[in-house]
């Protein structure tokens, strides 16, 4: 069965840098575009990044743009999102998902002074 666990969330300052991993089984990850969303408290689940099969075709939500980068490494089948410049507002838990609909269990994000 499909499983996605993330990984490497935790307290950061604002301006730090934090990454964050997606460790995949349960099915070819290499055929699967892959994303991050993340669900601040009491907001909605808001999409946060996505990325093709092969790594190539990359987006980004606004808030995020520029800031952090998607990456996959389809021989480990594992899904990366580094986060750069984190802001209060990037506060939330951080899921993986693939483009067919499976979810993680998440990973706490907390930038705060």
């Known amino acids: 069965q499909v499983q996605l666990v993330e990984s490497g969330g935790g307290l950061v300052q604002p301006g730090g840098s934090l990454r964050l991993s997606c460790a995949a089984s349960g099915f070819t990850f290499s055929n699967y575009g892959m994303n991050w969303y993340r669900q601040a408290p009491g907001k909605e689940r808001k999409f946060v990044a996505s990325?093709?099969?092969?790594?190539?075709?990359?987006s980004y939500g606004d808030s995020v743009e520029g800031r952090f980068t998607i990456s996959r490494d389809n021989a480990k089948n594992t899904l990366f999102l580094q986060m750069n410049s984190l802001k209060p507002e990037d506060t939330a838990v951080y899921y993986c998902?693939?483009?067919?609909?499976?979810w993680g269990q998440g990973t706490q994000v907390t930038v705060s002074s």
């Open positions: 990325i093709s099969r092969s790594g190539i075709t990359i």
């Open positions: 998902a693939t483009s067919s609909g499976d």
